[in-house]
């Protein structure tokens, strides 16, 4: 297409001649027309957003597109609320049904919630516009995370108990140290506090003792291994500790001697030592302890008391 030309009457040839605008004052008009839209729209904005309180379509579809975003996280919420609550119902499950019946500890809730307290750790948060709701989702994610950990390792630890269970039932501290049915056995002394029979003061008794005769045998109460062996001049005197693995260990004191040896595996009900009066003692007897994962619990909750004496040398009889 032909380019446009533009033309001018000459009054003194009396004639159109083409008119060449100069490119400089070409440039300064597009400048100026440049300009003053530029100072229009500026202007329409501001009386458009200050003066009548109108939103841009943009503005408006990033607060649609915010507001969607905060919908969804609060559902994420919600959502998060019922996976906790369904989280603690397995939780009480663990303490109060699954772990003990592996005699494991229930985990507290110290442990479980541990992690989320003192420093803030959700102060990047702070500056957004929708920083609550940032917040609470970060929060519940953090706090889920963390007690999904904990459960599934305690998890892990019953399904490994689980695994070996016919050998824990074998290790557990389950039958008596001496033969209790005997006539020439008697309690002399429980687990928990007690009057010292030294000082008169009142002591916690990490155990329990059987009274009888020096020379009278002692058993294992579990399948284990000898673990140490040693002789307490102002405490347990002769000793016997057995280590059975799965958190429990037993101590045997007060011995007359031992009949096993640092590192012997023994089994339930086989022959460890005899009964003495050595070491902190006012007269022949057993001193019995049993101890869970470094803590000295009942023993009489490990064991029948009203077990016979045909019962008691029927779970010996295969070892002694």
């Keep these: 297409m032909a380019k446009q030309k533009r033309y001018k009457f000459n009054h003194e040839t009396l004639a159109y001649e083409i008119h060449r605008i100069p490119i400089k004052r070409r440039f300064s008009k597009g400048f100026i027309l440049f300009v003053l839209s530029l100072a229009i ?24 597109e915010n507001d969607e975003l905060a919908n969804r996280l609060e559902l994420i919420n919600r959502r998060f609320e019922s996976v906790n609550r369904s989280l603690v119902t397995l939780q009480m499950r663990d303490n ?5 019946i592996f005699g494991m500890e229930e985990i507290s809730q110290d442990v479980r919630n541990a992690g989320f307290g003192g420093v803030d750790r959700y102060s990047h948060l702070q500056n957004f516009e929708r920083s609550g709701i940032l917040t609470k989702t970060a929060y ?3 706090v889920l995370y963390k007690k999904t950990f904990v459960q ?18 074998l290790c557990v501290p389950a039958i008596p140290p001496v033969n209790i049915s005997s006539s020439k ?9 007690r009057r010292d029979p030294f000082h008169g003061d009142y002591r916690m008794h990490s155990g329990v ?7 009278e045998s002692i058993f294992a109460t579990g399948n284990g291994r000898v673990v140490d062996i040693g002789f307490d001049f102002f405490g347990y ?7 059975h693995g799965f958190g429990y260990k037993t101590r ?24 003495g009066n050595t070491g902190r003692s006012k007269g022949p007897h057993l001193h019995y302890e049993v101890i869970y994962r470094n803590k000295t619990v009942n023993p009489l909750n490990y064991y029948n008391r009203d077990i016979n004496d045909q019962q008691f040398r029927e779970l010996i009889s295969p070892k002694s």
């Design 152 to 169: 599934t390792k305690s998890f892990d630890d019953l399904a490994l108990l689980a695994k070996n269970a016919d050998e824990m039932t």
């Design 252 to 275: 045997y004191a007060h011995l007359k001697s031992a009949l096993v040896t640092i590192g012997k595996a023994v089994k339930r009900g086989e022959q460890i030592g005899l009964m």
């Design 140 to 142: 519940n994610l953090d």
């Design 237 to 243: 005197g002769n000793f016997i500790l057995i280590d």
């Design 96 to 100: 109060y049904v699954y772990r003990p």
């Design 41 to 64: 729209s500026v202007g329409y904005y501001y009386i458009y957003t200050r003066y009548l309180n109108l939103e841009t379509p943009k503005t408006l579809s990033l607060k649609r």
């Design 209 to 215: 003792d059987l009274s009888g005769p020096v020379g």
């Design 185 to 193: 056995i008697r309690y002399s002394s429980s687990f928990g506090y």
